[in-house]
Antibody, heavy 123, light 106 residues
Framework: QVQLQESGPGLVKPSQTLSLACTVS??????????WNWIRQSPGKGLEWIGY???????FYNPSLKNRISISVDTSGNHFSLMLISVTAADTAVYYC???????????????WGQGTMVIVSS | DIQMTQSPSSLSASVGDRVTITCQAS??????LNWYQQKPGKAPKLLIY???NLETGVPSRFSGSGSGTDFSFTISSLQPEDFATYYC????????FGPGTKVDIK
């Protein structure tokens, strides 16, 4: 049973960097079975896909955030991380990590989600 | 960018009612559409993938249909635990979610 758990500060000052980690249990991040994603949810923008990391450290980002985000992996700790630079109040949201399952059955979906962590951008 | 719309944005229904939500994509997304359920304070939960396939463990009262730009999601007989917000999500080109449909108690 794959489980995901987000961690990180709940308050970030404007113009600073938001850093979150997602610890994965029940699966190996380096196995290639899943894509590892960050998704956020805010009242203003709803659910927004941020980006993913895949086997071998390959990444793909939402073009609207591409210049500000970085997703990296720590295989020894079986976790992956999100960094979002130059944050503003518009980045205030609940941030989720989620696995994306893609297989021969035809599924391509975010099947397992962490519980989410609220991040507020405020001075 | 592919935009997703849903209607209605909210609805009130009673236990046992048949509920249908529609989702429209701004361009052809074939059948590359998923449906999720979200309850307050919780993460979304996958219900339907590939427009019409039921995720393992999801009750059969949930169903989905459609292709191209027009999709629908139906709960055949609403149960108390189904009061929640429902989202569609396309994966034809990147990933975008609809704005959600809140189902509450009449």
């Amino acid at each position: 049973q794959v489980q995901l758990q987000e961690s990180g500060p709940g308050l970030v000052k404007p113009s600073q960097t938001l850093s979150l980690a997602c610890t994965v249990s029940g699966a190996s991040i380096s196995s290639g079975d899943y894509y590892w994603n960050w998704i956020r949810q805010s009242p203003g923008k709803g659910l927004e896909w941020i980006g993913y990391l895949y086997y071998g450290g390959n990444t793909f980002y939402n073009p609207s955030l591409k210049n500000r985000i970085s997703i990296s992996v720590d295989t020894s700790g079986n976790h992956f991380s999100l960094m979002l630079i130059s944050v503003t109040a518009a980045d205030t949201a609940v941030y989720y990590c989620a696995s994306r399952r893609v297989d021969s059955s035809g599924i391509d979906a975010f099947d397992i989600w962490g519980q989410g962590t609220m991040v507020i951008v405020s001075s | 960018d592919i935009q997703m719309t849903q209607s209605p944005s909210s609805l009130s229904a009673s236990v046992g009612d048949r509920v249908t939500i529609t989702c429209q994509a701004s361009q052809d997304i074939r059948n590359y559409l998923n449906w999720y359920q979200q309850k307050p304070g919780k993460a979304p939960k996958l219900l339907i993938y590939d427009a019409s396939n039921l995720e393992t463990g999801v009750p059969s009262r949930f169903s989905g249909s459609g292709s191209g730009t027009d999709f629908s999601f139906t709960i055949s007989s609403l149960q108390p635990e189904d009061f929640a917000t429902y989202y569609c999500q396309q994966y034809n080109n990147l990933f975008t979610f609809g704005p959600g449909t809140k189902v509450d108690i009449k």
